[in-house]
């Protein structure tokens, strides 16, 4: 069985930084593609970033692009989300996503493991 378990949320100041991390248990964590969601108060669920065991990265658009990065590490069995630039409209919790599909997965249906969340806070 998988588990992700998501760390590294908080409050910043908009302008500050802050790394996610996403624990991940089981033996075939390097073949899944994994992936970062959020979900603002009030709003549905959205795709921030996947990225699959070959690194091949995809990002939710241009914006999140220049200011976030999406990095696993196998040996560690670690996937992180680095926040950079956060600004208020980022205020969302953040889940920690995996599934065993080999491509990019960009929909939640895509994903049968999902972590807890962590709550990320940015003020202005």
Not at 27 to 41: K, L, N, V
Not at 49 to 56: C, L, P
Not at 59 to 88: E, H
């Amino acid at each position: 069985q998988v588990q992700l378990v998501e760390s590294g949320g908080g409050l910043v100041q908009a302008g500050g930084s802050l790394r996610l991390s996403c624990a991940a248990s089981g033996r075939t964590f390097s073949s899944y593609t994994m992936g970062w969601f959020r979900q603002a108060p009030g709003k549905e669920r959205e795709f921030v970033a996947t990225i699959t065991g070959n690194g091949d990265i995809t990002y939710s658009a241009n914006s999140v692009k220049g200011r976030f990065t999406i990095s696993r590490d196998n040996a560690k069995k670690m996937v992180y989300l680095q926040m950079n630039s956060l600004k208020p409209e980022d205020t969302a919790v953040y889940y920690c996503a995996g599934t065993n599909w080999y491509y990019t997965a960009t929909a939640e249906q895509q994903y049968n493991y999902w972590g807890q969340g962590t709550q990320v806070t940015v003020s202005s």
